[in-house]
């Protein structure tokens, strides 16, 4: 149990002590708190205690319930209560202030462009909404700690995510993610202008390094959630027998990402589109279980490892990912579904939400990130007014 010892200045005390008797009375009042509050009060026996006495027990329970209370107060900030207090600090927390509040939900954009997209919006807008008590982080390579101060002036999608209470918008700084971790020596001696599939690769490495010292969930920027994700430590099966790293999620320091992070050196070959990543995880998870095909909707487990059907995040396959984009007679229900991937890399952003076009994409989009379907709704209209030279 932890104890409070308040100290007099040096020799006080043993002044009090050395005076007359009817002095002695009135002892130091400090070192008869420094003794109240370090011995027992409550002795069954004891004899009856002066007024001062009685004062001080007092004061020692007001203590004794401003500790409990300061120690109630800093588990709340784990909490979703700590978000209600953010908006007014918020751009003022560095990463490892957020990140250690725990459970994050991770976002990482490794181009250079500053503007978030609509589908990267409603991503991250969607997982703010069904995960309103856990830090959603954005980070992104094109920042600098100097944009990051001014984005909300800058950019309208900065301003859409961070007036959001629990999103958080981060500059991506390698070099410090990668402290620590067997991924230091390979960005030492990669030469990023070389890779073939830099952006990608980057991204590879920066999640399982970002998920292994932190913990929490990592998700792709077109990964849209629809409700929470029950399950800690979790693959999410792209098909039988295959593991798609778009969405994973472990506590800190799980010994199966220290192994990824090691594997991801040691098979290093950045000319394999996804050598290091969904083969990453698959060769890996192969490496400890004997992965089957799966019956209907059920989930694998293995070494407390759940391998996630693909109905959970890949209802639609990336050979039909244009149907997100297409009008259905009757939108399926994804009942089965935590969150829904729109297999961007295959679209390569030819494909669009429109307002008004009826496709599912679109519905998604109005019924899980409608703030970031509001706003494409306001550009369209910017950008069907007419213009000065149409007025003459």
Known sequence: MLQTVWVSPPGSCALQESKSHHQGKKRCWKCRLVRTIIQHPCRRHAPKHSRK????????ICLCFCFVSGIL??????SSSVFSYLPMSQHYLTPEQVLNLGKSIIFLETTERLEPPPLVSCSVESAARIYQDRPIILFMRGLSNETALDMNTSYAAFSLLSSMKNVFIFPLQMETV????????????????????????????????????????YMDTDVISIRPIPQESFLAAQKSRFSSNGIFGFPA?????????????????????????????????????????FQGTEDHSCQNISFLNPQRFYPIPYPAWGRYYQVWDKSPNFNHSYALHLWNFMNRNRKVVVAGSNTL??????????????????????????GPEDME
């Open 53 to 60: 006495e009685r004062m001080l027990r007092k004061f020692q």
């Open 361 to 386: 994409a679109e519905k998604l989009y109005k019924t899980y990130c409608p703030t970031t379907y509001e706003d494409l709704i306001q550009n369209a209209k910017h950008r069907d007014l007419p």
């Open 178 to 217: 990668f402290q620590e971790t067997p991924l230091l020596q390979w960005y030492n001696q990669v030469v990023p202008e070389q890779e073939k599939n830099w952006v990608h690769v980057s991204s590879d490495a920066s999640r399982l390094a970002l998920i292994w010292k932190y913990g929490g969930i």
């Open 73 to 78: 107060y800093e588990i709340s900030l784990l």
């Open 253 to 293: 320091r799980h010994k199966f990402i220290w192994d990824c992070m090691e594997n991801f050196v040691l098979k290093y070959n950045g000319n394999i589109w996804g050598n290091q990543g969904p083969f990453l995880m698959t060769r890996m998870l192969k490496t400890l279980c004997n992965l089957t095909d």
